[in-house]
Every structure is written in structure tokens, then in C-alpha cells.
């Protein structure tokens, strides 16, 4: 029979059991109690680091806290991501990044974390690949400039190695169209769109919410089409890739937001539920727009799937391609 020393341990562990859920259901209700950093992983000024900005603000309104973004870039996002994993798993340390670390996972060796360390909060926007060339090219279209192209030695230009622009391109031109294309990286997004609008290059591969959207909309470039299932409202001229005879290919970029893996689900639910609440706001609906984002809403769970599916999808194109970082 047990020992009265047994029963005391007994009761004893069941108690300290009792209050660590209680005080984990506590910590959850009273979140947050501080103010929360969201670490970017790209430099401001970028894609991740305008929609975190616009989201934050949101958010923060909703929480009643403020969000205060940390710009960790270099490594393709890799560095804040690492330092995101190894932090604190309490709600208040979180990372906004982009496709980049799904592609990384793959892509990039020795990363310092997987993506199981991460619990996706939420997918907050995103844009679609989008194949872009000067005005001045005669080509109206993406099925114009492949029909133009074959024989001939063409390049494309992104804003650098390794970026989801750049495997969706290589991996449309060398799997899809059956062409070849070669890839000039630049550094940043900026001087690779201003040596399209110049024709130093023949093609730009970026996505519609990198810039290129406003680009297309005063006349300095010509979109030549959008790899989505429908054409994006901010440049209702520019076909999909399906309309130039290319259906079965589509792939977007986008910015979600990730706490450590460790973090207590009530935590990462109430954030998602804050997130989603942000979302809702007209305003803010109508920035991303503008800019050559599509909004999203979706549950912590709906969240977590998707960006699953995106570590496989976009892994199987880097597999294809043979890529590889160290």
C-alpha cells in the first residue's frame, strides 16, 4: 500500500500541476500586459517591413498595447527568423516574414532553426508573381513575349537569389514555357525595376506589391501577366498567366506573422482572433490594396495549414530547380 510519504508527494505534484495551468490560463487572459515587437526580417522600407507597419498599427489598437517593429534583415530573412525561434515562447516576441522562410527551409542549409519552430499566427497579405517589362517592349502580353523569346537569349532580372520571385520565374521559364532565361540578380528592388523601365534588362520578376503596381499603373512599365487564378484589382489590364495559355501554373508571395513554436495556444489564438479583427478595418484594407496586396483573413488553424502547404509547394520547385544556399 502506498506510504503516507507517497500520498504527500502525490498531492504535492498535483498541486504544483494545478497552478502551473492555472497560471498559464491566467497569463492568457491577462495578455498582453506589455508592449509586443514585431522582428522583421527584411530591411525598412520592404515589403514585410510596410505590411508588418500597417498590421502592427492595427493590432496594437485592437490590444490595447503597442507594436513596436525591429528590423532584423540580411540571410533571406534567416537572421530574425533564428532569433525569433530562440526566443521567449510568451506572445510578445514575434516575427513577420514572408515566403522566404517557407522557401528557406529547402533552399538555404545550416539555417539555425526548422519550421517547426514557429506556430503561424496569421497570413495577413499577399501578392502575386507578376512577369513585368519596359513600355516600350512591342510584346502586350506573356504569350507574345514566349513566342518572341524562343530561340533567342533572354534574361530576367529580380532583387536577388534565392527570393520567391526568382524560383517562380526559373521555375516558369525552365519547367513551363521551355525557355531559356537568364537570371540577373540585383541588389534590392529598386535598381532591378529601374533597369527594366530602362531596358537594360528584358524582364523583371517581382511581385505586384514590391513596387511594380504603381510602376504599371503611371505607364513605366508594362505588366505582362500575374500568376493567380484572376486578375489583380490594382492593374485590372495585366492577364493572368492562365489567359496567355499557362493555367496550371500560379504562386504568390506573402507576409504572415509567426510566434515560437512553445507559445501557449491561447496566446497565439488570441493574437490571430486580434489579427483578423485588424483586417476588418476599411483603411487598411484599402493601403494594402493600393499597393498591390490582396488582404487575407483566416483562422490560427487556416493559417497554420496553408503555410505548411507553402514549405511543400514552393520545397518542390526549389527541389526541381536544384538550388541550394549554403
Same mark, same amino acid.
Given at each position: 500500500m502506498p506510504t503516507i510519504v507517497q500520498f504527500t508527494k502525490a498531492i *504535492? @505534484? *498535483?498541486s504544483v500541476a494545478t497552478c %502551473?495551468?492555472? @497560471?498559464?490560463a491566467a497569463s492568457a487572459q491577462t495578455f498582453p500586459e506589455r508592449d509586443i515587437t514585431f522582428v522583421v526580417g527584411f530591411a525598412p522600407g520592404g515589403v514585410a517591413d510596410t505590411v508588418a507597419r500597417l498590421v !502592427? &498599427? !492595427?493590432l496594437g489598437a485592437k490590444l490595447g498595447r503597442t507594436v513596436v517593429v525591429e528590423n532584423r534583415g540580411g540571410a533571406g530573412g534567416n537572421i530574425a527568423a533564428a532569433a525569433v525561434s530562440r526566443a521567449n515562447a510568451d506572445g510578445y516576441t514575434l516575427l513577420v516574414t514572408t515566403t522566404a522562410l517557407a522557401i528557406n527551409e529547402t533552399l538555404r542549409k545550416n539555417n539555425g532553426f526548422v519550421a517547426k519552430d514557429f506556430k503561424t499566427v496569421a497570413i495577413v497579405a499577399s501578392s502575386p508573381e507578376s512577369l513585368i517589362t519596359s513600355a516600350s517592349n512591342? $510584346?502586350?502580353n506573356l504569350a507574345d513575349f514566349i513566342k518572341a523569346a524562343k530561340g533567342k537569349d533572354i534574361n530576367y532580372g529580380t532583387a536577388g537569389v534565392g527570393s520567391g520571385s526568382h524560383i517562380a520565374a526559373e521555375y516558369f521559364f525552365s519547367k513551363i514555357a521551355n525557355i531559356k532565361a537568364q537570371h540577373i540578380p540585383f541588389q534590392g528592388g529598386a535598381p532591378a525595376m529601374n533597369a527594366t523601365i530602362?531596358? &537594360?534588362i528584358d524582364l523583371l520578376a517581382t511581385t505586384l506589391g514590391g513596387g511594380a503596381a504603381a510602376q504599371? !499603373? !503611371?505607364g513605366k512599365l508594362k505588366g505582362l501577366g500575374v500568376a493567380s487564378d484572376k486578375r489583380a484589382a490594382v492593374v485590372p489590364n495585366v492577364p493572368t498567366y492562365a489567359e496567355a495559355g499557362f493555367p496550371k501554373f500560379e504562386a504568390s508571395s506573402w507576409v504572415g506573422i509567426f510566434a515560437p513554436a512553445k507559445t501557449d495556444p491561447a496566446i497565439v489564438a488570441k493574437l490571430n482572433a486580434a489579427v483578423q479583427e485588424a483586417m476588418k478595418d476599411p483603411a487598411l484594407v484599402k493601403k494594402l490594396t493600393s499597393i498591390g496586396f490582396d488582404p487575407l483573413q483566416n483562422t490560427q488553424e487556416q493559417a497554420e495549414s496553408y503555410f505548411r502547404s507553402e514549405v511543400? $509547394?514552393?520545397g518542390k520547385m526549389v527541389k526541381a530547380l536544384n %538550388? $541550394?544556399?549554403n
Open positions: *504535492a @505534484a *498535483a %502551473l495551468l492555472g @497560471a498559464g !502592427g &498599427q !492595427g512591342p $510584346s502586350n530602362g531596358g &537594360q504599371i !499603373g !503611371g511543400d $509547394s514552393w %538550388l $541550394s544556399i
